[in-house]
C-alpha cells in the first residue's frame, strides 16, 4: 500500500487526501482502493461523521492515471476494479462529503465532485473531462447527474465537448459553492467539514438524504456507462490517445 493516499480522522471529520502531486495526483488502482475502503469506513462507522477531499496545492487530480488505462488498452485485461469500488462507494455514502479544489481536477477529479454535498475551489481551479478526446465515455454517473445538475447543454458542453470550466464556470453550473484565494481553499473546505460534523447526525442523515433522492438509477447508470468504458479502453482511438499522452514531448 502507498503513501499517494493519505487518511485521518479528527473531530469526526475523516480528511483523504489525494498525494501524488509528482503524478498531478493520477489516480492508481491502489489509490481508488484506498480512498474505497476510507469511504467505507465512513459510511460504516460512526465516528466519522462528515468526509473532506482533498488535493495538492495547485492540483487537484489529473484524473485516472492513463499508464493505467494503457495497460488495459495493450493486455485486454479488465485490470483492476478498484476505480468502481470507489465509485460505489462515493454514491452509497451516508455521511456528507465536502471537496477542497485548488489547481486542475480532471476526468474523475471533476467527475466524482458531482457526488460531493459541497465543494470549494480556488479562483485558479479548472475542470475538464476529455474523455471522448480520449477515446472514452462519460463515467462515475455523470451522464445522468451531470445534465441534472447544470442542465443537458452546459453538461454536453463539459461532458461531450471536453471544454475546460474555470472555478466561475463550475459555480455557475452547480457543482461548486465556492470560491476563495487558493491559500484559504482548505481551511473553508475543513470549516463546513466540522461544521456538518456537528450536527446532529441522524438529522443530517435523514436530511441528506431526503436532498439527494434515491440513488439508484445513478448506480445503474454507473455500470452502464462502465461497460461502454471498459470496452472502449480497447479501442484503437483510446489507444492512440493514451500513447500520444506517455509519448509527449519524447
Ligand atoms: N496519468 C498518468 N500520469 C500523469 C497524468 C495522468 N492522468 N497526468 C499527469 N501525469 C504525469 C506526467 O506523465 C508527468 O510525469 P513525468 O514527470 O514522469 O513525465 C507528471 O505527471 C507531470 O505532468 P506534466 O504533464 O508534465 O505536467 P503539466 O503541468 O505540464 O500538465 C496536466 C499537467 C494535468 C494538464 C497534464 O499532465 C495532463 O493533461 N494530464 C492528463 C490528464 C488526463 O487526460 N487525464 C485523464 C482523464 S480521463
Known sequence: MSNDIE???????????????????????????????????????????????????????????????????????????????FLKEIIKSEKPIVAGVDGAAIGVGTTMLMHCDYVVASDRSTFRTPFVDLGLVPEAGSSLIGPRIMGHHRAFELLALGEEFTAEDAKSAGFVNRIYSSGAVEEAAMTVARKLAAKPPEALLLSRNLVRGDREDILIRMEEEAEIFLGRLKSDEAKKAFMAFMNRGK
Open 7 to 85: 487518511t485521518g480522522i479528527v473531530d469526526g471529520v475523516m480528511t483523504i487526501r489525494l498525494n501524488r502531486a509528482h503524478k498531478k495526483n493520477a489516480i492508481t488502482s491502489d489509490m481508488y482502493g484506498q480512498m474505497a475502503k476510507a469511504l467505507e469506513h465512513s459510511r460504516t462507522h460512526a465516528d466519522v461523521r462528515a468526509c473532506l477531499l482533498l488535493g495538492s496545492p495547485g492540483i487537484f487530480t489529473a484524473g485516472n492515471d492513463i499508464a493505467d488505462f494503457l495497460a488495459v488498452a495493450m493486455t485486454g485485461q479488465r485490470g483492476s476494479m478498484a476505480v468502481f469500488d
